[in-house]
């Protein structure tokens, strides 16, 4: 089936900075989600980019999808940006996630 | 809008008992799915559904797992008898279509002793 791989695993940052998380995967795809899993559990969507590049607010997405991947920005952190950010496309199953980028905004 | 709506938000029982979690989609969404998301294995798939007919349940681990949507705004998982390694976190999500955006419920944390 379809690999996801996301990096970096673990990122800290310093509140301001700005980061961009990685997304790949092993075949072509039509469909693919960015989500947020703040520390409370919940699951927000984020982006649904199959390809080209979305803004909201601080946040940015791009896929590729002729190179099979996707960066997901943030710019200027905050402390409430902290979570696991995680990725998804389809594969054998509607949508395959990654293992996620942790992520740690530090005041 | 309402989104997707998990009951109960948290559930501790015992070994060997019956645990039902429901879900309820955002209304007009054709799809539903069910996930557990552990440690170890991360989010995993165990069954979705379109249009209320289940189309794939090749996730569900064994048959003390079970699922019903028995209408469109209404979906239970079910495990008898649960065991603690059933303990994880499961969310319930809903889409247009299979192929659309999901959205999530804020899951159920399951907790069996």
């Known amino acids: 089936g379809i690999q996801v791989e996301q990096s970096p695993p673990d990122l800290i940052l310093q509140e301001g900075a700005n980061s961009t998380l990685r997304c790949n995967f092993s075949?072509?795809?039509?469909?693919l989600q960015w989500f947020h899993q703040n520390p409370w559990g919940q699951l927000i969507n984020l982006f649904y980019?199959?390809?080209g590049t979305k803004q909201n607010g601080r946040l940015s997405a791009t896929t590729v999808a002729t190179e099979r991947y996707s960066l997901l920005y943030i710019s200027s952190s905050q402390t409430t940006d902290s979570g696991v950010y995680f990725c998804?496309?389809?594969?054998?199953?509607?949508?395959?996630f990654g293992k996620g980028t942790r992520l740690s905004v530090i005041a | 809008d309402a989104g997707v709506i998990q009951s109960p938000r948290h559930e501790v029982t015992e070994m060997g008992q019956e645990v039902t979690l429901r879900c309820k989609p955002i209304?007009?969404?054709?799809?539903l799915f069910w996930y557990r998301q552990t440690m170890m294995r991360g989010l995993e798939l165990l069954i979705y559904?379109?249009?209320?007919?289940?189309?794939?349940d090749s996730g569900m681990p064994e048959d003390r797992f079970s699922a019903k949507m028995p209408n469109a705004s209404f979906s239970t998982l079910k495990i008898q008898p649960s065991e603690p390694r059933d303990s994880a976190v499961y969310f319930c999500?809903?889409?247009?279509?299979?192929?659309?955006?999901?959205?999530f419920g804020d899951g159920t944390r399951l907790s069996i002793l």
């Open positions: 999500a809903s889409s247009p279509g299979w192929n659309q955006p999901q959205h």
């Open positions: 075949d072509s795809v039509n469909n």
């Open positions: 980019i199959p390809s």
């Open positions: 998804a496309v389809p594969g054998n199953t509607p949508l395959v």
């Open positions: 209304s007009g969404h054709n799809s």
């Open positions: 559904f379109n249009n209320n007919v289940p189309i794939d």
